[in-house]
């Protein structure tokens, strides 16, 4: 199976502040997404990653894979209220099957 | 478009009884996902398709059953409900493989089992 593990569970931060979030896989990543989960709610896709060294930026939201395609970061530029909710990287096999990581909370506080 | 939908949104159920779980999406995916969402596991797969008249098992697949009769329905059955089914269960689809296509969401059903 595919074991992606985020860090940190939770963080909770001030409005304004920058965060990141990282995930790593012990295997090498086919295509790495990041979803975002408000409190009670569905998923909603953010960015995906699939070249090494590949960088996609939306809005105040900056998602990177590292070169040897097991390791990702979402950072978060002066973070708002809008950003607070649970992020989660998830990643494809060679088969069909989709992995997700445990997830980071996401609290910030105005 | 209404994308993915989920029915129904909220279920209580007894120790053994049966429930079957509603997955509707009108983007004319091929693949679709039952996943679960537990406190501190992220979500894990539990069945998944890749076209009309064909499923197959995921990560966490005991316990539930799964058909896809028709390309745009996607259902989740449980026989017999057990405590540890308790969670929030999420149906996805998605146009071609999940490793290079996006997933679109349902809502999510919310399912104690007592």
């Known amino acids: 199976s595919q074991e992606l593990e985020q860090s940190p569970q939770s963080l909770i931060v001030q409005e304004g502040k920058n965060l990141t979030i990282n995930c790593t896989s012990s295997?090498?990543?086919?295509?790495l997404y990041w979803y975002k989960q408000k409190y009670g709610e569905g998923l909603i896709f953010l960015m995906m990653l699939q070249k090494g060294g590949e960088e996609k930026s939306h809005e105040k939201i900056t998602a990177k894979l590292d070169e040897k395609k097991q390791q990702s970061s979402l950072h978060i530029t002066a973070s708002q209220p809008s950003h607070a909710g649970i992020y989660l990287c998830g990643a494809g096999n060679t088969g069909n099957q989709f992995y997700f990581g445990t997830g980071t909370s996401l609290t910030v506080i105005p | 478009n209404a994308g993915v939908t989920q029915t129904p949104k909220f279920r209580v159920l007894k120790t053994g009884q049966s429930m079957t779980l509603l997955c509707a999406q009108d983007?004319?995916?091929?693949?679709m996902y039952w996943y679960r969402q537990d406190p501190g596991m992220g979500l894990r797969l539990i069945h998944y398709s890749v076209g009309e008249g064909t499923t197959a098992k995921g990560e966490v697949p005991d316990g539930y059953n799964v058909s896809r009769l028709k390309k745009q329905n996607f259902l989740l059955g449980l026989e017999s409900a057990a405590p540890s089914q308790t969670s929030v269960y999420f149906c996805?689809?998605?146009?071609?493989?999940?490793?290079?296509?996006?997933?679109?969401f349902g809502p999510g059903t919310r399912l104690t089992v007592l």
């Open positions: 996805a689809s998605s146009r071609d493989s999940p490793s290079y296509n996006e997933q679109f």
């Open positions: 983007m004319n995916h091929e693949y």
């Open positions: 295997k090498t990543l086919y295509g």
